[in-house]
């Protein structure tokens, strides 16, 4: 039988004379009392749902309390009626999300509190990738409602310190989710923190609905994540630090349970004031001027198969051996070319779209233009590069990158307009190849882009 403190009741009548919301918890005191039931942890609660048949279980005369410790605030707004519990403050090994309806939860269960939950008379269900206590409303669990609050959450004296737990972007698994974690040694990638276009936690009009989704990349091994923060959030206009550290959240899913993202209770979370660790990117100065003579240029008017693609001298290759290949597309009149690994069941789809060879011994001042659109974004994986020394062999050619603006858009759509790349190739001398290179897969990185107007010109 576990216990806790017998001074709930002076607490809800000391709660109940404050006049303002600016105050400091009471602490618990008094005698110990002994819960009416047994207890069990979240893990063998979790492990009551039903995978296969969907059905939510229902706690009916069990007399069972679980334990667990609030790793969530909604302080920040970034959580909104739901309390994240995990079974331990440190090395947790199992969380879970509790419903409940009050938008100022952190007044009361603040972070690292330690409650316990009265099960009989909640539901566990599933919803958004992640399991779920609540109360029943037809086939939905819902929020326990306020008046029902005291019967169900007990909130004890004890408030831990709260050790997340370290994970390695490509660690990250289904047993982390509601946990508490820290990843270190990240980065917003590149195109997000950009002087002249630098973007905010979620406030970006033309891109966040709902969520504003930010890609983080490891600086170990490459490997990407996303920030996901609420346009309901205090803190969704703030700017994205951009530099590189540590960053410490609740790990859950996106709404549609597609891929892993992070929510972090305030930008306190975000310790990113180190370099960044951005890879080399090919310099020829800072010239972005396009020139008066039109070496190469294809708009993709006239490519309305795969085969014109390959009959115009590019190469569009699979290195994988799949069929998913950059395919011409159609929107509002207007031909370009398009990927995605969208309902692909490729993973990884790696494509390479190579240019035909371009001639830089007769100009000067050479540079790459093109346009590029993206939408259903859920990672930034279309990256460009530049050669002049093609095998004809994708793997074996010795490629460089160019510092390309690959744009962000909304998860649940397009943007509607393109954003164009001017970079200087000008310290390049030779046959002049660039390509395009889409690394994605399903079901989690499928982001779809449109690619237009390529052209290099010079002087």
């Known amino acids: 039988m576990k216990r ?28 110990e009392l002994t819960i009416s039931g047994d207890t069990t942890n979240i893990a063998a609660v979790k492990s009551l749902f039903n995978f296969e048949t969907g059905e939510m279980y229902y706690f009916r005369e069990t007399g069972l309390y679980v334990p667990g410790y609030v790793v969530s605030s909604d302080e920040g707004g970034n959580f909104y009626k739901e309390l994240i519990l995990q079974d331990k403050p440190a090395s947790p090994t199992a969380g879970i999300q509790l419903l409940v309806d009050d938008n100022s939860l952190y007044e009361t269960y603040n972070f690292g509190r330690k409650i316990y939950i009265k099960l009989d008379g909640l539901i566990l269900g599933y919803n958004n990738g992640v399991l779920q206590l609540g109360k029943q409303n037809r086939g939905d669990v819902v929020a326990i409602p306020g008046a029902l609050v005291d019967e169900h959450i007990i909130r004890t004296a004890e ?12 660690e990250i698994k289904e047993t982390h989710k509601n946990l508490f974690v820290k990843l270190n040694n990240v980065q917003f990638n590149r195109n997000l923190i950009r002087a002249n276009n630098r973007f905010t936690f979620a406030g970006d009009a033309s891109i966040d609905q709902y969520d504003g989704e930010r890609m983080l990349e490891s600086c170990e091994t ?3 994540t996303i920030l996901s923060t ?5 803190f969704k206009s703030l700017l994205l630090p951009q530099g590189s550290g540590s960053i410490e959240g609740v790990l859950t899913r996106n709404f549609y349970d ?4 992070l929510s972090v209770n305030s930008p306190a979370a975000l310790q990113m004031n180190n370099g960044r660790c951005d890879p080399e990117y090919l310099d020829c100065g800072s010239t972005s001027e396009e020139g008066s003579i039109v070496l190469f240029e294809e708009n993709f008017t006239n490519i309305t198969t795969p085969a014109r693609i390959l009959a115009t001298g ?13 395919e011409p597309g159609n929107s509002n009149s207007n031909r370009h070319l398009r990927i995605s690994a969208y309902n692909t069941q490729e993973t990884p789809l790696e494509v390479w ?9 007769k100009t000067t001042g050479e540079v790459l233009s093109f346009d590029l659109k993206s939408g259903y974004d859920n990672s930034t994986i279309l990256r ?10 994708v793997a074996t050619t010795n490629w460089m990158l160019l510092d390309a603006r690959i744009p962000v858009g909304p998860s649940g759509g397009y943007i509607d307009f393109y954003k164009t790349s001017n970079i200087d190739v000008s310290c390049l001398e030779g046959e002049l190849h660039f390509a395009f290179r889409y690394l994605g897969g399903a079901p989690d990185k499928t982001t779809t882009y449109d690619l237009d107007n390529v052209r290099v010109t010079g002087f």
Do not use: R
């Open 384 to 393: 460009v590069y530049a050669t002049t020394n093609f095998t004809g062999n």
């Open 314 to 326: 590019w190469k569009n290759i699979n290195v994988n051996g799949g069929a998913k290949l950059f």
């Open 258 to 261: 597609d891929y892993f993202v």
């Open 353 to 361: 779209l190579v240019s035909p060879a371009i001639d830089l011994g």
């Open 230 to 234: 609420s346009t309901y959030s205090g």
């Open 222 to 224: 490459g490997a990407t």
């Open 159 to 170: 408030v831990a310190e709260v050790k997340p737990l370290d994970l390695e972007v490509t």
């Open 4 to 31: 806790i403190f017998s001074g709930l009741l002076s607490l809800l009548i000391l709660a109940s004379c404050v006049q303002t919301d600016d105050f400091d918890l009471p602490e618990l005191q008094g005698e």
